[in-house]
């Protein structure tokens, strides 16, 4: 008896130590560029840590996540080398090659976001120099749950891409085809998919 308490009392002693957050955690927490969060490993396991995010560049998370264990050693995250990730209230997945953020999850299909940094140039007039200069657009995605691919949802096409996409759901389609739902009314379209019979 005496052994099983000391053996209980060792193992209580010696598990403090795991998954107490270093002095360098620490001091990266209190940085506005770091947020408290988590990845998803390939074997699903959540992994409590600190994700640096950019105060100037919304796409850069899109592409890789610098992650900050709670011993303070780092490492940077490809799509496709972990399952997710999320940070202050934003859950994002990893899916053909790319990071996307979930807007919605529903019972029947699913929207998500991607912010893509777009380079252009301007060539200049005869004589002057060439300037270029960076946008972000947003761009949606769905994805049925009973689906493998996500669908694009596209700019200038979406009315008729969304009216096949939903087919099944008659009053949504009618919806769209009266211009009733838009583009910008995307997440209201999902939420009646997901409530269509």
């Known amino acids: 008896m005496q052994k099983l308490i000391l053996l209980s009392l060792f193992l209580i002693i010696s598990g403090l130590g795991y998954g107490q957050e270093s002095e360098k955690y620490k001091k990266l927490k209190t940085k506005i560029k ?14 409590k840590g600190l994700i ?3 105060l100037v560049n919304d796409a850069k998370i899109y592409d890789v996540v610098n992650f900050v264990y709670k011993d303070g ?11 997710g990730f999320g940070y202050f209230g ?3 997945i990893s899916a053909d090659k790319k990071f996307y953020r979930i807007l919605i999850e529903g019972r029947k299909v699913n929207l998500y976001e991607r912010i893509v940094k777009n ?12 300037s270029t200069y960076t946008t972000s657009s947003e761009n949606f995605y769905l994805k049925k749950v009973d689906e493998d691919e996500l669908f694009f ?45």
């Open 34 to 47: 770091y947020r408290e969060g988590y990845i998803i490993n390939l074997d699903s396991t959540k992994v």
């Open 90 to 92: 934003s859950n994002f």
């Open 153 to 197: 949802v596209p700019f200038f096409t979406f009315r008729g891409d969304l009216m096949t996409y939903f087919k099944d759901c008659p009053e949504l389609v009618d919806a769209i085809e009266a211009r009733e739902l838009r583009r910008r009314d995307l997440k209201e379209m999902v939420r009646r998919y997901n409530y269509c019979k």
């Open 119 to 130: 380079h252009n140039v301007v060539v200049g007039a005869p004589g002057m120099p060439s």
């Open 73 to 83: 050693s780092k490492a940077n995250f490809f799509p496709g080398k972990i399952l």
């Open 52 to 54: 640096k995010t950019s």
